[in-house]
Structures are given as C-alpha cells and as structure tokens.
C-alpha cells in the first residue's frame, strides 16, 4: 500500500533563506509525483510535475527532483519570500491498482520578514 | 482558461441533514475526481470519474455518499445524512487524460463543510 510522507511538517525560516522540503513514498511504482501549493482556506495550486522518466523540474525558484529507486522526492525553494508561506503538499501516482492519487499530510511553511 | 469551479464555497448543516456539492470540470478534462480534505491531513480521493464512468470509489462511504457525473462533465457529490467528522473541505480537480503532461491535476476552490 502507497504511503507518502513529507517532512519537517512545519518550518519557520526568515526572508532569503534557501530551503529544502522533502516527500518520501513507499512504492516506487509511480507514474508521476505532483508539488502543490496550498493557501489557507483556499483549494490547491499545481507547482511542478514530475513524470516517472524525469529527475527534475524547474519553474522560476522553484525545484523539484525525483529518485524513484530510494523513493524521495525534494521541493528547492531559492531566495524564500513572505509569499511563499503557505502549505506544500506532494502527490504520487501510482501506475497500478487504480491509479489512485496519494497525497502526504504536507509541510507547513512560513516565512519571516 | 477557465478553472474548475465549484459551488457552494460554504455550507453549515445540523448532522442527518443532506448536502450537495457541485463541481464544473475545466473544458476538455475527462477526468474528475473528488477528494476530503480534513484539517490538518492532504486530501484524500473519494471518487473518481472517466468521462461519466466510476473508476475509483473505494475510499467512497457509500452508505451514505454519492456522486454522479451523468454527461461526462459537471458533477454532483451527495451526503445523506451527514455525521461531525463530516466535516472537512471537498475539494474537486480535473485533469486530461492524454496530452503532455497526463494526469496533471488543477484543483477547484474547494466547499469548507461544517456539521454541528
């Protein structure tokens, strides 16, 4: 049975501050893994794809990697802005029983001014 | 492009009453799915649906959900009658199911239910 899970579950960083948020899955059988963003009391924003062939994906600050074979996956987030606080949620999608979608409990961040 | 939508983006209701959630897919996305989203936890996927066919609802209380996409493109999710731990943001997403990149999903605003 898929289990994805992300950790720190929060993190507090001040302004500028590079940062790393991790996902982890059990299964490797994936056919891709997703980056949303979540705002309070709002639905979720799509940051980054990553299909099952990739390594990588790359959008503005952003950085997503994938390594399918120990089951991890790391958001990169440069130069951090109060904007970016939010909560971050990763996705994986297996490529079997379904194709259900598995979200983790997400990693809430905030960044400090 | 226009985003999923859905409606209400609210709703307060007494346990045992019914509720209806609404979701209107973006334009050209077979595939819909809904999820529950409790405080604190990701979403979890209630049902999914291809075109108008169900290809997931394991994870469906079916005693007391239900959820139809009769033409392929709208849908409706029901719950009849409510309990507290009801309570929870319905999120709904669509996405294509071919194209580049398959199975991206755009989620829609969500319905914050509360039942007291």
């Known amino acids: 049975k898929q289990e994805v899970t992300q950790i720190p579950a929060a993190l507090s960083v001040p302004e500028g501050e590079n940062l790393v948020l991790n996902c982890s899955f059990t299964?490797?059988?994936?056919?891709?893994l997703q980056w949303f963003r979540q705002d309070p009391g709002k639905g979720l924003t799509s940051l980054l794809l990553?299909?099952?062939?990739?390594r990588e994906q790359t959008s503005g600050r952003l950085n997503a990697s994938l390594d399918k074979s120990s089951g991890r996956s790391t958001l990169y987030i440069a130069a951090s802005q109060p904007g970016d606080s939010a909560t971050y949620l990763c996705a994986v999608r297996p490529n079997t029983g379904g194709f259900k979608t598995i979200f983790g409990a997400g990693t809430r961040l905030f960044v400090k001014a | 492009e226009a985003g999923v939508a859905q409606s209400p983006r609210y709703k307060i209701i007494e346990k045992r009453q019914s509720v209806a959630f609404w979701c209107n897919p973006i334009s050209g996305h077979a595939t819909l799915y809904w999820y529950q989203q409790i405080l604190g936890q990701g979403p979890k996927l209630l049902i999914q649906f291809q075109n108008n066919g169900v290809v997931d609802d394991s994870q469906l209380p079916k005693d007391r959900f239900s959820a139809e996409r009769l033409k392929g493109v709208d849908s409706t999710l029901k719950i009849q009658p409510a309990k507290l731990e009801d309570s929870a943001v319905y999120l709904c997403?669509?996405?294509?199911?071919?194209?580049?990149?398959?199975?991206?999903?755009?989620f829609g605003p969500g319905t914050r239910l509360t039942v007291t």
């Open positions: 299964d490797s059988a994936i056919y891709n």
């Open positions: 997403a669509s996405s294509l199911l071919r194209g580049v990149p398959s199975y991206e999903q755009y």
């Open positions: 990553i299909q099952s062939s990739q």
